[in-house]
């Protein structure tokens, strides 16, 4: 699956977040198919997370995980009005989760590697960093097709 396909169901929103708990549950929700599912997703965020910070730099973390009751990935970008500690070098305000059904292996990698791209570019980390809504990061999304479909 192509970022592009990922990012037309990705659910946004602009949250006040305490810590990187309160984040990866916020995003556990939202990628939730089922409230069930969402307790699921939380914990496969959170031993992720346990592995190493998912911080990427530039105020941004990509938390990821498996989530064997999915049958498409999903995604959710937060941003954060007040920057938390992630676990890296410098508070993360701009945060993309994913869950992929456990048969992804290179789409998994594949999806990091096109989110980390999509993010190395100053004007959309500060597009989004400006957008007031969930509607306003929908939008930059859609107007910021990754570096590689250019």
Do not use: K
């Amino acid at each position: 699956m192509p970022l592009t396909d990922l990012l037309a169901a990705v659910r946004t929103q602009v949250l006040p977040a305490a810590d990187r708990d309160s984040v990866l549950q916020a995003a556990a929700r939202l990628l939730a198919c089922r409230e069930a599912n969402a307790e699921q997703i939380y914990q496969n965020l959170c031993q992720r997370e346990q592995l190493g910070s998912t911080a990427i730099g530039h105020g941004i973390a990509i938390p990821h995980g498996r989530a064997p009751l999915l049958e498409r990935p999903r995604g959710a970008l937060l941003r954060l009005e007040t920057p938390v500690d992630f676990g890296g070098d410098e508070p993360v305000d701009l945060v993309f989760a994913i869950a992929v059904p456990a048969h992804y292996t290179h789409q998994h990698l594949m999806l990091l590697s096109e989110l980390a791209e999509l993010f190395s570019e100053p004007s959309v980390r500060q597009a989004l960093r400006d957008a007031h809504d969930g509607q306003a990061l929908r939008q930059v999304l859609e107007l910021s097709p990754p570096a590689s479909a250019a």
